[in-house]
């Protein structure tokens, strides 16, 4: 089964806020639209925060119609856990 990162970046002084802010909207709708989530978070980068949710390949376009993240990536859950 594939995954795929969808992704909303925010910038400015509060960008991190922001970002935490999002991620509890993320696995809200996740939670009411009954859509199976491997991972919801924020993450401060050198430049910018990001706010993130991790589906199923099959979901993605349901939930990227419906939310309109900025970019999405196929996650390799290797790279994350150190596999």
Known sequence: ???IKLIW????????ET?????IHLE???????VAQ????SEQKDSH?????????ANMILVRD???PKRG???DESLETGK
Not at 9 to 16: K, L
Not at 38 to 41: D, H, K, R, T
Not at 49 to 57: C, G, R
């Open 1 to 3: 089964m594939k995954k």
């Open 9 to 16: 970046d925010f910038f400015g002084d509060d960008a991190y």
């Open 28 to 34: 809200e709708y996740s939670a009411k639209a009954n």
């Open 38 to 41: 491997f991972g919801v978070g």
């Open 73 to 75: 990536e196929y996650f």
């Open 49 to 57: 925060s990001e706010a993130y949710i991790i589906v199923e390949e």
């Open 19 to 23: 970002a935490k802010h999002h991620a």
């Open 66 to 68: 419906a939310l309109k």
